[in-house]
Structures are given as C-alpha cells and as structure tokens.
C-alpha cells in the first residue's frame, strides 16, 4: 500500500528554524496537507493544498515542495509549536493517505 | 458555527460490529465538494485514514481496511455513520470525523474524537 514517509522526530531550539520532511511517489502529482496535533487533542489543519495557511494560522509555518519530498517550516519556533505533524495525500487511486508523523520537540 | 461529534460505545468485544455516528452542524452534506471523512488514533501510534462520504453519496474506503468498513449518510439528520465489522484488539482507537469543504481541500474541522477499546 502506499506510503507517505515522515521522520519520527525533530528537535530544535527555540527560535530556530525547524524542517519536517514528507517524502511520497504521487507527491508531485497530488496535493499536500499539514496537520498540527497536541496531546489529548484532535488534529488541525495548518497547510492546505501544498502551500496555503487557513485562516488564524501563523505566517511562520509554510511548505515547500521538491521533487517527491514536501516540507512543512516552521520559522522562529516557539514552545507552542512543540506537537506532532502529520502529512496527508493522496495515493494514484486518489485515497487519503497520513504520513507515520513527526514528533517536534523544542528543546 | 460549523462542529462535528462523534459517538459510539466505548467498549466493544472482539468479533463485534462497531457503529459509529458523526453528527455535524453549521453545513451540509448537500453542498458541492464537500465531505465527511473518518480518521482513527490507536494510542500513541499514527492518524489512519478509514474512509469518506461526500456530497453525491459517493464512497471511499481504506485499501486496508475495505472489507470490513461501510460509510452512510442522513442528509436529512445531518449525521454519517461508520460501521467497522470483525472488531479486533488492534482497532483500538480514538475515532474521528472530520470535514472537508472541498474537492482539493483539507479536513478543516474535526471532531473531539471518541475512544473505542475492543476487549473480552
């Protein structure tokens, strides 16, 4: 079944830049998402369809995307983003995917 | 406002069908492009796609898990229900619904979630 690949974790100091990875076959060819989860807490939507901030979202998340690899950033991290990060797409069948997550600790 | 919530029991037996009800308000099912989806948790482990109804009543299912789901609509009560049959130690879960408000678009808003354990 198709994956998409995410690394476990990031660590980053405060202030710093923090780069999560998304590495999926169809990513060039179907849209990403982001997804942003705390502890206890249910998912929310952060990056829509490659690079779009929903509203109320802050301008220091962005994503990027090269060749089967999106990246989400986040720019100047701050205790608040300390949370786990979820990729979705879709496969070639166009069925939703997650990525295993990733684990943001700011140290 | 837009919100979604689900409920289902809490507990099921191995071998038992689960049922599972999202309940939405501030939209509708009817509207162009949108969708409910259902996404599960197992503790501590990854968000898992399960399967989605949209606005034409069409449906779509984890590869995985295809044999054993089935997504419905009331339009009318405003609710979907999922039901997951052959229930295994395995699917125990946080379940979610959430919506998405368009073809291309994200699940912008999602449901507190409701925990399912699947134990004799």
């Known amino acids: 079944s198709y994956e998409l690949t995410q690394p476990p974790s990031v660590s980053v100091s405060p202030g710093q830049t923090a780069r999560i990875p998304c590495s999926g076959e169809t990513l060039p060819k179907q849209y990403t998402f982001w997804y942003q989860q705390k502890p206890g807490q249910a998912p929310v939507l952060v990056i829509n369809a490659d690079t779009e901030r929903p509203s109320g979202i802050t301008e220091r998340l962005s994503a990027s995307s090269s060749g089967t690899t999106v990246t989400l950033t986040i720019t100047g991290v701050q205790a608040e983003d300390e949370a786990d990060y979820y990729c979705q797409s879709a496969d070639s069948s166009g069925i939703w995917v997650f990525g295993g997550g990733t684990k943001l600790t700011v140290l | 406002q837009v919100s979604l919530r689900e409920s289902g029991p809490a507990l099921v037996k191995p071998t038992e069908t689960l049922t599972l009800t999202c309940a939405f308000s501030g939209f509708s099912l009817s509207s162009s492009g949108v969708s409910v989806n259902w996404v599960r948790q197992p503790p501590g482990k990854a968000l898992e796609w399960l399967a989605a109804i949209d606005w034409e009543d069409d449906k779509f299912y984890s590869t995985s898990l295809r044999t054993r789901l089935t997504i419905s609509k009331d339009t009318s009560k405003s609710q979907v229900v999922l039901t997951l049959t052959n229930m295994a130690p395995a699917d125990t879960a946080t379940y979610y619904c959430?919506?998405?408000?368009?073809?291309?678009?994200?699940?912008?808003?999602w449901g507190p979630g409701t925990t399912v354990a699947v134990s004799s």
């Open positions: 959430a919506r998405a408000d368009g073809l291309n678009f994200g699940f912008d808003i």
